[in-house]
């Protein structure tokens, strides 16, 4: 039986949009997608997180050509006129006619007589209005910021606003278009067993296009990542991570023999990193609160033959109790909203609240303030999140600073010149509106 794309498609926003389902494990979890060739997949996929990043605006967009609530139009109708619409708005290479002429196909398939004519009358008349996003009438930006942007580029409007008072106008639309893009792939290469001039010549001898990272010395860009999963005897040599997170283990900065600890480690791309760099020689403690997620910790430490890394299942504000251990290293990097990288998950502005920070931000006080006393004197404490948001960032270290006054700040800014951060900086912000990459927050303190 041949598998649709766009019904693949569908099926996948429906189950998101409808049932709350995660968008990444929906589409790696779905087993019709694996039967897709590679240009129908990333057809799907598109369509998939294309409709869900943008549900807002195609809602809106369908609101004034739907009389009446769409909470109140069949779900299968639904959400054939928003994979429809954003065929419509945003896929340029697909034509008005097979995106309208396709949905009212699934539609026939899927609801009663009268749906495909709806269906197909809604989309025809979009079509013949507007012929991309950027014919649409936004709210004024001057008059109306917040509507503009979170209707222009889709996101929620208390998010949006929240930025405006933060990052200003200039880099709110910076933020959030590129959390619209489709995120690099990137790479750390496993430094254990290969050099990245190494990886790259056999990238080369394969077909694989690449290109350089620009912030890590480890990091290569894959452009064609689908190809490279393939090459299974290549997996050993590398380990999928964002370049901003590489950041995170040099700020760290462990030497081979010493003990350390990740606090929230799953799933483990940075535990594998800390490893590297100390040549796998010592002892890294990698603790998280979720067995199935440590079992990722495991099974990346077996896939790059590292073997300094023991687990602990335990959450993070309980490993006092469970270890009389104290680090030379502690890393915490901290369950946050993760509004620096939400190019990377296409459902997850949908799913966060403004509320959401202020819990984070309670739960990453916690934390740090149970671990710090595994912290030897001498010893570092780098606390890190994907976050923009500054109650879960630099108040969180101010916070800690105030309370516990054996620790200090240690600079570090200087480690990454062509990041433009003062060499007296011990906290700092990697932000897409700044430096066009992941956001990352990353602090770094010591014990006296």
């Known amino acids: 039986m041949t598998v649709n794309a766009r019904q693949v498609a569908l099926e996948m926003v429906s189950s998101i949009l409808d049932k709350g389902a995660y968008a990444n494990l929906e589409a790696y979890g779905d087993p019709k997608l694996s039967r897709l060739s590679d240009v129908d997949k990333r057809f799907a996929l598109e369509i998939t997180y294309g409709t ?9 967009v369908l609101g004034q050509f739907v009389s009446r609530p769409l909470e109140k139009v069949d779900p299968p109708v639904r959400n054939v006129l928003r994979t429809g619409v954003y065929q419509l708005l945003y896929m340029d290479r697909v034509p008005a006619s097979a995106a309208c002429d396709e949905s009212v196909k699934i539609i026939k ?13 809604v989309l025809r008349s979009i079509s013949r209005k507007y012929d991309s996003i950027q014919d649409i009438p936004f709210p004024d930006i001057e008059q109306k910021p917040a509507d503009y942007i979170s209707l222009r580029y889709s996101y929620p409007r208390w998010m949006v606003q929240r930025w405006l008072d933060n990052f200003g106008l200039e880099g709110t639309i910076a933020i959030c278009r590129y959390g619209n893009e489709p995120p690099r792939l990137s790479v750390r290469v496993n430094t254990l067993k290969t050099t990245v001039e190494g990886f790259t010549s056999l990238l080369d001898w394969r077909g694989i296009s690449w290109s350089p990272g620009e912030i890590c010395p480890e990091s290569v860009v894959i452009n064609d990542y689908a190809k490279l999963e393939k090459e299974r005897d290549l997996h050993p040599l590398y380990l999928t991570q964002g370049e901003s997170s590489m950041l995170v283990s040099h700020v760290l900065e462990p030497a081979a023999g010493q003990k350390i600890l990740d606090a929230c480690s799953a799933p483990g791309s940075k535990t594998t990193h800390i490893a590297q760099l100390m040549g796998d020689e010592g002892k890294i403690t990698a603790a998280d609160i979720h067995e ?31 270890t009389a251990e104290k680090y030379d290293c502690v890393l915490v990097d901290a369950p946050c909203t993760g509004t620096g990288v939400l190019n990377r998950r296409a459902d997850a502005r949908w799913r966060r609240k403004p509320e959401d920070i202020s819990s984070m931000s309670f739960l990453q006080k916690e934390i740090l303030e149970r671990v710090l006393p595994l912290v030897k004197p001498g010893g570092r404490l780098v606390y890190s999140t994907c976050s923009l948001e500054p109650e879960e960032n630099e108040e969180v270290v101010d916070f800690i600073l105030r309370k516990h006054p054996d620790f200090s700040g240690e600079p570090f800014g200087g480690c990454f010149p062509s990041l433009g951060f003062s060499k007296d900086a011990y906290a700092v912000q990697v932000a897409p509106h700044t430096h066009e990459t992941d956001g990352f927050f990353i602090s770094r303190l010591v014990r006296h």
């Open 52 to 60: 869900t990043k943008h549900w807002n605006t195609i809602d809106w």
């Open 109 to 121: 398939k899927l609801s009663h007589k009268g749906a495909s004519g709806f269906v197909n009358g």
């Open 292 to 322: 199935h997620r440590l079992n990722l910790v495991k099974n990346n430490c077996a896939r790059l033959g590292i073997r300094s890394v023991e687990t602990l299942l335990c959450d993070a504000r309980e490993i006092s109790e469970k």
